[in-house]
């Protein structure tokens, strides 16, 4: 299975801040690489798909990038709903596997 | 508009068959290219793939289960199934399931979870 290593694991920071999560994979992922923010009632929320693409209704504060096996999700400006648990996703092998997750703190 | 919505039994017991079922609506799953994921999250710990049914009724099981899994799906009512053999304490979490589409291989819409226990 394709280890994903999330750092880090947790992250204060403030609203209006620039913020970002990596995410590295254990072996080459050819850019499917998906981002999900969990709020703590447990909702999941889809954000990005294979590697850059917004999904509909994300705000464009948020953006990923990466190749190979690093990749990153970067929050331009913290808002209040931001947050959350993140959590990176591959799709390039079976079994798709998840990150540990990173929780962005209010500091 | 897309939703799921996760049911099931609540609390087992050791070695029981855990029955789970999602219900949809907003999207069929005879459409090319939409399958139904179930992904796991323990308490506190992070998201664990267990298996995929796709409109074609391919499926798809983590082999670290595969054993222990049975995906099904019933296409005119809108629902899939998963079930679990021989559960014990370790499959004590909450059970999502999710719209994969294939077009984005992500998984596009989640239903809110549902929590099972396993105690004896």
Redesign the interface.
């Given at each position: 299975d394709i280890q994903m290593t999330q750092t880090p694991s947790s992250m204060p920071a403030s609203l209006g801040e620039r913020v970002t999560i990596s995410c590295r994979a254990s072996q080459g992922i050819s850019n499917y690489l998906n981002w999900y923010q969990q709020k703590p009632d447990g909702t999941i929320k889809p954000l990005i798909y294979y590697t850059s693409n917004l999904q509909s209704g994300v705000p464009s504060r948020f953006s990923g990038s990466g190749s190979g096996t690093d990749y990153s999700l970067t929050i331009s400006s913290l808002e209040p709903e931001d947050f959350a648990m993140y959590y990176c996703q591959q799709y390039d092998s079976s079994p798709n596997t998840f990150g540990a997750g990173t929780k962005l703190e209010l500091k | 508009q897309v939703t799921l919505k996760e049911s099931g039994t609540g609390i087992l017991q050791p070695s029981q068959a855990l029955s789970l079922t999602c219900s949809f609506s907003g999207f069929s799953l005879s459409t090319t290219g939409i399958c139904v994921s179930w992904i796991r999250?323990p308490s506190g710990k992070?998201?664990?793939?267990l298996a995929d049914i796709c409109w074609d009724d391919g499926k798809?099981y983590?082999?670290?289960l595969k054993n222990r899994l049975s995906i099904s799906k019933d296409t005119s009512n809108n629902q899939a199934f998963l079930k679990i053999t021989s559960v014990d304490t370790a499959d004590t979490a909450?059970y999502?399931c999710?719209r994969l589409n294939i077009g984005?291989?992500?998984?596009?819409?989640?239903g809110?979870?549902v929590m099972v226990t396993v105690s004896s």
């Open positions: - | 999250q992070g998201l664990e793939w798809g983590n082999p670290s909450t999502y999710a984005t291989t992500d998984f596009d819409y989640w809110q979870g």
